[in-house]
């Protein structure tokens, strides 16, 4: 069993910055593949990005270029760097781990992002 906790979220202006932590104790977490995604008030949950155990990353397309995903596997923790916020980025946010690329089994219990306009 994987267990992740998530923090960093809060309520912020549109255009300003959060950052997301996901944290494990796992002592293998340099073995899974991570991601984040989020869900808004009656909205699916939906992919934000993603970073496999070897780096490589992937976005939505609607966060490119102001989010950035990166992990820092000593701390056995996973970020979501959060520029340029928009009203529509607010969500829960909830980390996710797997060991197969795009598939994920273990997640965290989410943290609320706000952005007001």
């Known amino acids: 069993q994987v267990q992740l906790v998530e923090s960093g979220g809060g309520l912020v202006q549109a255009g300003d910055s959060l950052r997301l932590s996901c944290a494990t104790s796992r002592h293998t977490f340099s073995n899974y593949h991570m991601g984040w995604f989020r869900q808004a008030p009656g909205k699916e949950r939906e992919f934000v990005a993603s970073?496999?155990?070897?780096?490589?990353?992937d976005y939505a397309d609607s966060v490119k270029g102001r989010f950035t995903i990166s992990r820092d596997n000593a701390k056995n923790t996973v970020f979501l760097q959060m520029n340029n916020l928009k009203p529509e980025d607010t969500a829960v946010y909830y980390c996710?781990?797997?060991?197969?690329?795009?598939?994920?089994?273990?997640w965290g219990q989410g943290t609320q992002v706000t952005v007001s306009s």
């Open positions: 970073i496999r155990r070897w780096s490589d990353t």
């Open positions: 996710a781990a797997g060991l197969s690329s795009g598939r994920y089994n273990y």
